[in-house]
C-alpha cells in the first residue's frame, strides 16, 4: 500500500503585511485524502494562511510544498487546486455548464470529455438538470454547490474552502455540511476548510486547527482536542469551560485533590496532572471543567472519583434539548450544559454538581 | 393648493423651458418656410436637403464624427486601462494619479483650453487635427475612467481569482471574465465619449486649425451670419445623433442580454 504523503506541508511559514505579522512560523501538514479545518476567531490568519497555500498572497517567509514540491513561487493557475469561496464566484456571464467547464478548457481535455466529465459533476452535487442556467437563476445552496463541482471536475490536489457554508441559512448549512462531506470521502480529495464555527470544525475534520492570533494553539482529531485542550484559549474557544486557578495537592495517586482559589476542592486523574508535572517548582495551576462534563442532580449519590458540589441555580437558558445554566457555588458561578429529562432544574433550585475527576483537565498555572 | 402640487408645477415649468427650445427647433426645421420662424407653413424636407448640399456642412459632419469615432476610440482604451490600473493594482502615488484623471472635468474648459493652447504655443507646434483631437481625448477621459472604475470596483475580485484557480493566466481571466462583466461600462463610456466630442464647441474653438470647422463650430460661424433654417434641420440632425444614439446603444444591449437569458431557459 502507497504511503501517505502530504498534500500539503507548510514549513515554518510567516506572512507580514507591513509591520503586521498575520501568520508566524507556522507548521502545518494536510495529509493525503484527510480533511484538515482551520478554526479560530475572526482575525487569526485562517484565510491569510489559505490563500498563502492557493498562491494568492505571497509568503513572506519559510516553504510551502503541494505534494512534496516547493512552490513558493509558482503562480496560482499553475498550481491545480479547488478554492471554494463564501461569495460562490460563480461567473454571472457563463453558463452553469460553462462555469463546470471552464477549468477544463485550460486542461487539454478532448471536448467530447468535457461534456461527460461536466455532467458527472453536476450529478455528484445533486443538480443534474441546470447546466443551461445563469448563476442569478439558482438559490444561494445551489449556486455553492455549483461551485463546488466547478472547484472539483479539474480533479484538484488540494481541495481549499474558504466559510463556504457561512452565507447560507441554518437548515441549508447543515444539509450542505453532510454532502460536502460526503463528496470529499468519495473523492478522497485533500481538503482544507475554514470556518468560525466550531461544531461544523467537529463534525467534518479528520484533523482540526485551531488558530489564534496568527499561530496554531493545537491540532489533532476533533475528540482529541475538544477533550484535552492545551491551553485556556482552546478550552473556551471549543464549547463552554469554567477555568478556574487552584492547587494540586496530595502524592501522586490515581485520583489527586486539586483545591480550587474559590476554596472547593476538586478530583484529577494521574493522567492530568502528569501533564504539568515537567512545570518544576510550582504546583499551582488551573483546572478546566467544561460546561457540558458537569452533572446536575438533586441529591448526593457519593461516587468514586467524582465530587460533588453543592451550588444553586442563578439562571437558566432554555436552549431545546439541553439547558444552560448558571449555578452559584461560595459565590462563583460556574456554566453547566444538561441535556433536560421531562423538566430542566428549576430557577434557585439547591442542586449538586457532580465532576467527574477524568473531566477535569489540568493546565500549568501561569498566564499562556 | 398642497405644496406638492406646487411642486410639481413648478417641475413642468422647469422641463418645459429645458426642452421648449429644441422642440421648437425640431419643429421649424420641418417648416417649409423661407424665414425659420412661427407660424409653422406647411411639412416639408427642404432645409434637410439643403443641409445636404451645403459642402461646408456636410464637411463638418464628416470632421465631426471622424474627431467623434477617434477621441471616443482613444479614450475608452486609455480609460479602460486607467480604471483598470485604479481599481485592480497598488502603485505609489495612486491618490494623486487618480485625482489628476478626473481633474479636467473639474476645471473649467476655458481654462484647460487655453491652456493647452499656451501649451502648444511653448512645445512651438502648430494647431492640426491631431492636436484637436488630443484635445478632446483629454476632457473625454474622465468621464471613461469613472464610468468604468464604478463597473469594475463592483466585479469582485474573487471571480477573477477563481478563475486563475482553475488554470486560466491572468491575461485568459481579464479576457474571459472581467472584459465581459465590464463590457456595458465600456460601452457607456464609448457612447458618452463621442457624444462628449460631437457636440463640444468651446475647446474646439480654441484648438482647431484654420480651415477645420466641426458641425458645433460650423453652426456658431452661420449663426454669424444669418439665422437660415438649415441651422434648424442641422440642430435636428444633431440631437438625433447626440440624443438617439446612446438611447439605440442601451436599447441594442438590453436586447442582446434578454435573448441571452431567453436562449438559457430553453
Ligand atoms: N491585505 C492585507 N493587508 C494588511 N493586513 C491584512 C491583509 N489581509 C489580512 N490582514 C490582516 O491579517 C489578519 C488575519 O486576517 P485573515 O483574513 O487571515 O483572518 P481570518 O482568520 O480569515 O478572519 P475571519 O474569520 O474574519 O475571516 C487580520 O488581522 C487582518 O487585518
Ligand atoms: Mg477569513
Known amino acids: 500500500m502507497a504511503e501517505t504523503r502530504n498534500a500539503?506541508?507548510?514549513?515554518?511559514?510567516?506572512?507580514?503585511?507591513?509591520?503586521?505579522?498575520?501568520?508566524?512560523?507556522?507548521?502545518?501538514?494536510?495529509?493525503?485524502?484527510?480533511f484538515v479545518t482551520f478554526l479560530g476567531p475572526s482575525g487569526c490568519g485562517k484565510t491569510t494562511t489559505l490563500r498563502m497555500i492557493a498562491g494568492l498572497t505571497d509568503i513572506t517567509d519559510g516553504d510551502l510544498l503541494i505534494r512534496d514540491k516547493r512552490v513558493n513561487a509558482l503562480p496560482i493557475h499553475k498550481r491545480n487546486l479547488g478554492l471554494v469561496f463564501q461569495s460562490y464566484a460563480l461567473f454571472p456571464h457563463k453558463t452553469i455548464f460553462d462555469n463546470i467547464a471552464f477549468g477544463l478548457k485550460y486542461r487539454k481535455i478532448p471536448r467530447s470529455m468535457i461534456g461527460e466529465k461536466v455532467k458527472r459533476a453536476l450529478d455528484l452535487v445533486q443538480l443534474p438538470n441546470v447546466g443551461d442556467r445563469y448563476p442569478n437563476q439558482l438559490s444561494g445552496g445551489q449556486q455553492q454547490r455549483i461551485a463546488l463541482a466547478r472547484a472539483i471536475v479539474?480533479?484538484?490536489?488540494?481541495?481549499?474552502?474558504?466559510?463556504?457554508?457561512?452565507?447560507?441559512?441554518?437548515?441549508?448549512?447543515?444539509?450542505?455540511?453532510?454532502?460536502?462531506?460526503?463528496?470529499?470521502?468519495?473523492?478522497?480529495?485533500?481538503?482544507?476548510?475554514?470556518?468560525?464555527?466550531?461544531?461544523?470544525?467537529?463534525?467534518?475534520?479528520?484533523?482540526?486547527?485551531?488558530?489564534?492570533?496568527?499561530m496554531i494553539e493545537q491540532e489533532g482529531a476533533p475528540e482529541d482536542v475538544y477533550n484535552n485542550p492545551v491551553s485556556a484559549f482552546v478550552a473556551d474557544?471549543?464549547?463552554?469551560?469554567?477555568?478556574?486557578?487552584?492547587?494540586?495537592?496530595?502524592?501522586?495517586?490515581?485520583?489527586?485533590?486539586?483545591?480550587?482559589?474559590?476554596?472547593?476542592t476538586l478530583l484529577t486523574t494521574r493522567q492530568q496532572a502528569g501533564r504539568v508535572a515537567r512545570v518544576e517548582g510550582s504546583k499551582s495551576v488551573?483546572?478546566?471543567?467544561?460546561?457540558?462534563?458537569?452533572?446536575?442532580?438533586?441529591?448526593?449519590?457519593?461516587?468514586?472519583?467524582?465530587?460533588?458540589?453543592?451550588?444553586?441555580?442563578?439562571?437558566?437558558d432554555y436552549l431545546g434539548q439541553t439547558a444552560r445554566y448558571f449555578v452559584t457555588v461560595n459565590g462563583r458561578d460556574w456554566q453547566v450544559i444538561n441535556p433536560i429529562n421531562a423538566h430542566p432544574h428549576a430557577e434557585g433550585a439547591d442542586v449538586f454538581m457532580n465532576i467527574a475527576a477524568r473531566n477535569c483537565v489540568i493546565l500549568p498555572g501561569h498566564a499562556d | 393648493m398642497t405644496g406638492w402640487s406646487w411642486i410639481r408645477i413648478a417641475t413642468i415649468l422647469v422641463y418645459l423651458f429645458l426642452f421648449a427650445p429644441v422642440a421648437v427647433v425640431i419643429l421649424l426645421a420641418f417648416n417649409a418656410n423661407q424665414?425659420?420662424?412661427?407660424?409653422?407653413?406647411?411639412?416639408?424636407?427642404?432645409?434637410?436637403?439643403?443641409?445636404?448640399?451645403?459642402?461646408?456642412?456636410?464637411?463638418?459632419?464628416?470632421?465631426?464624427?471622424?474627431?467623434?469615432?477617434?477621441?471616443?476610440?482613444?479614450?475608452?482604451?486609455?480609460?479602460?486601462?486607467?480604471?483598470?490600473?485604479?481599481v485592480r493594482y497598488d502603485f505609489p502615488g495612486k491618490r494623486t494619479v487618480s485625482s489628476l484623471l478626473v481633474a479636467p472635468i473639474l476645471i473649467p474648459e476655458v481654462v484647460l483650453a487655453v491652456a493647452l493652447l499656451l501649451f502648444l504655443q511653448f512645445l512651438s507646434l502648430p494647431k492640426s487635427f491631431f492636436l484637436l483631437l488630443m484635445g478632446h481625448v483629454v476632457f473625454t477621459l474622465p468621464f471613461v475612467v469613472l464610468v468604468v472604475q464604478a463597473r469594475l470596483v463592483s466585479i469582485r475580485r474573487d471571480v477573477e481569482e477563481a478563475a486563475m484557480s482553475l488554470?486560466?493566466?491572468?491575461?485568459?481571466?481579464?479576457?474571459?471574465?472581467?472584459?465581459?462583466?465590464?463590457?456595458?461600462?465600456?460601452?457607456?463610456?464609448?457612447?458618452?465619449?463621442?457624444?462628449?466630442?460631437?457636440?463640444?464647441?468651446?475647446?474646439?474653438?480654441?484648438?482647431?486649425?484654420?480651415?477645420?470647422?466641426?458641425?458645433?463650430?460650423?453652426?456658431?460661424?452661420?449663426?454669424?451670419?444669418?439665422?437660415?433654417?438649415?441651422?434648424?434641420?442641422?440642430?435636428?440632425?444633431?440631437v438625433i445623433f447626440t440624443v438617439a444614439l446612446p438611447l439605440l446603444g442601451t436599447a441594442i444591449a438590453r436586447r442582446m442580454s434578454a435573448a441571452k437569458m431567453k436562449s438559457a431557459k430553453t
Do not use: C
Open chain 1, 237 to 264: 474557544f471549543l464549547g463552554h469551560s469554567n477555568i478556574i486557578a487552584g492547587e494540586l495537592d496530595g502524592p501522586d495517586q490515581e485520583y489527586m485533590p486539586v483545591h480550587l482559589s474559590s476554596g472547593e
Open chain 1, 154 to 214: 479539474i480533479e484538484p490536489d488540494v481541495l481549499l474552502l474558504d466559510e463556504p457554508l457561512s452565507a447560507l441559512d441554518a437548515n441549508l448549512r447543515e444539509e450542505m455540511r453532510v454532502e460536502l462531506k460526503r463528496i470529499q470521502r468519495e473523492l478522497g480529495i485533500a481538503t482544507v476548510f475554514v470556518t468560525h464555527d466550531q461544531s461544523e470544525a467537529l463534525a467534518m475534520s479528520d484533523k482540526l486547527v485551531v488558530m489564534n492570533n496568527g
Open chain 2, 35 to 86: 424665414f425659420g420662424s412661427f407660424p409653422i407653413q406647411g411639412f416639408s424636407l427642404r432645409w434637410f436637403e439643403a443641409l445636404y448640399h451645403n459642402d461646408a456642412i456636410v464637411r463638418a459632419f464628416k470632421t465631426s464624427l471622424l474627431l467623434g469615432v477617434l477621441t471616443s476610440a482613444i479614450s475608452t482604451t486609455l480609460g479602460t486601462l486607467a480604471a483598470l490600473a485604479m
Open chain 2, 167 to 238: 488554470g486560466a493566466t491572468p491575461i485568459q481571466t481579464f479576457f474571459e471574465i472581467t472584459l465581459p462583466l465590464m463590457l456595458p461600462a465600456v460601452m457607456a463610456g464609448m457612447l458618452f465619449s463621442f457624444t462628449i466630442s460631437f457636440d463640444d464647441i468651446t475647446g474646439t474653438l480654441f484648438w482647431k486649425p484654420g480651415g477645420i470647422e466641426t458641425v458645433p463650430t460650423q453652426i456658431f460661424a452661420m449663426l454669424r451670419n444669418s439665422i437660415s433654417p438649415e441651422i434648424n434641420a442641422l440642430g435636428a440632425v444633431m
Open chain 1, 8 to 34: 500539503v506541508e507548510l514549513r515554518n511559514v510567516v506572512k507580514r503585511f507591513g509591520e503586521f505579522t498575520a501568520v508566524q512560523r507556522m507548521n502545518l501538514t494536510v495529509p493525503d485524502n484527510s
Open chain 1, 286 to 316: 488551573r483546572a478546566v471543567i467544561r460546561a457540558e462534563k458537569i452533572d446536575l442532580s438533586t441529591e448526593n449519590i457519593p461516587q468514586d472519583g467524582m465530587v460533588a458540589l453543592p451550588g444553586r441555580i442563578k439562571t437558566v
